[in-house]
């Protein structure tokens, strides 16, 4: 079993910054990719960005240029630096931990953009 466990959302204004982290236990052994994904009102979750344990990452065209996802193995850590925030990236993020043949997920954080 892996617990996740997401932190740092929270209200911002347009072009401002948020970073959010999420902290793992548990089989971490299993683990091979951490990520996140967020779910806006009325639309299905989606994948934001993703990191392997070697650290190749993958973003969503969307946030491309603007969110770097980043770990640290030994911390167990995984963090999302969101900058120049739009209205459009409010919405719940979940972190994402993916072991052979089960998804664990956190309970989420709010990040909400203002206009």
């Known amino acids: 079993q892996v617990q996740l466990v997401e932190s740092g959302g929270g209200l911002v204004q347009a072009g401002g910054s948020l970073r959010l982290s999420c902290a793992a236990s548990?089989?971490?052994?299993?683990?091979?990719?951490m990520g996140w994904y967020r779910q806006a009102p009325g639309k299905q979750r989606a994948l934001v960005a993703a990191?392997?344990?070697?650290?190749?990452?993958n973003y969503a065209d969307s946030v491309k240029g603007r969110f770097t996802i980043s770990r640290d193995n030994a911390k167990n850590t995984v963090y999302l630096q969101m900058n120049s925030l739009k209205a459009e990236d409010t919405a719940v993020y979940f972190c994402?931990?993916?072991?052979?043949?089960?998804?664990?997920w956190g309970k989420g954080t709010q990040v909400t953009v203002s206009s």
């Open positions: 548990g089989s971490m052994f299993s683990i091979n990719v």
């Open positions: 990191i392997t344990t070697g650290g190749s990452t």
């Open positions: 994402n931990a993916v072991a052979p043949s089960v998804n664990y």
